[in-house]
């Protein structure tokens, strides 16, 4: 089974408009991370967002959120008031265990952004 | 940004030969990874490093070495390219620190990239 999980076809969204990206994750162990990156078509990885396990509010940084729900385990990204340089891929990613530093990566949503 | 640097930038090699790609960094993170990126697998971990020659295999450490003789470098060698190793590869650093709180691993930081095309 796949550990991450991320099927949603290419994303558009208008600008100024809210996105949400899915994610779905599967593991047995009850420490883990969920980390989104940006990946524009320049090339370079951007870390955007980390939400740990034992969290009790979901994550924020700027116009991200990340949405979680553990029961489900899903770890949808939320970006909020589009712009246009959002268009990109965004991964999903999750470690697993807390002496564990390795990351899984799903194989990532693109997301275009339309003026 | 962290300072993480991977030399070359780009690669033509031809198969058969061998090809070491080098990854620098300035931070001092314990950790250093090598990933591939390919259309359709996101990214897949090859090897990793969590000290001075302290090395693992990660999901697709075939066909791959790798070698950490100082913190800041982290070297992977294809000893005998072949055209399924054609790729874009990314080298990254973590810290990790070990905290009585759950949240102990930090995120990972990313080099810009290696393309490697294998003819």
């Known amino acids: 089974a796949q550990k991450i999980t991320q099927t949603q076809p290419g994303m558009f969204v208008q600008e100024k408009e809210a996105v949400t990206l899915d994610c779905t994750y599967d593991?047995?162990?009850?420490?883990?991370?969920l980390f989104w990156y940006k990946q524009p078509s320049s090339g370079e990885m951007i870390f955007l967002i980390y939400?740990?396990?034992?969290?009790?509010q979901n994550a924020t940084e700027g116009r991200y959120s990340l949405n979680f729900q553990k029961a489900r385990k899903s770890a949808n990204l939320v970006i909020s008031a589009s712009q246009l340089g959002d268009s990109a891929m965004y991964f999903c990613?999750?470690?697993?265990?807390?002496?564990?530093?390795?990351?899984?990566f799903g194989k990532g949503i693109t997301l275009s952004v339309r003026p | 940004d962290a300072g993480i640097t991977q030399s070359p930038r780009h690669k033509v090699t031809e198969t058969g030969t061998p090809v070491t790609l080098r990854c620098h960094q300035t931070?001092?993170?314990?950790?250093m990874y090598w990933y591939r990126q390919d259309p359709g697998h996101g990214l897949r971990l090859i090897h990793y490093?969590?000290?001075?020659?302290?090395?693992d295999k990660g999901e697709v450490s075939d066909g791959y070495s790798v070698s950490r003789s100082k913190t800041e470098d982290f070297l992977l060698t294809l000893e005998s390219a072949t055209s399924s190793q054609t790729s874009v590869y990314f080298c990254?650093?973590?810290?990790?620190?070990?905290?009585?709180?759950?949240?102990?691993?930090?995120?990972?930081?990313f080099g810009p990239g290696t393309r490697l095309t294998v003819t």
């Open positions: 990254a650093i973590s810290e990790s620190v070990v905290l009585d709180t759950p949240r102990d691993l930090l995120e990972q930081y």
């Open positions: 593991t047995s162990d009850p420490s883990y991370g």
């Open positions: 939400q740990g396990s034992y969290d009790q």
């Open positions: 990613a999750m470690r697993e265990g807390r002496a564990n530093s390795k990351l899984t």
């Open positions: 931070e001092n993170h314990r950790y």
């Open positions: 490093s969590y000290g001075v020659k302290d090395t």
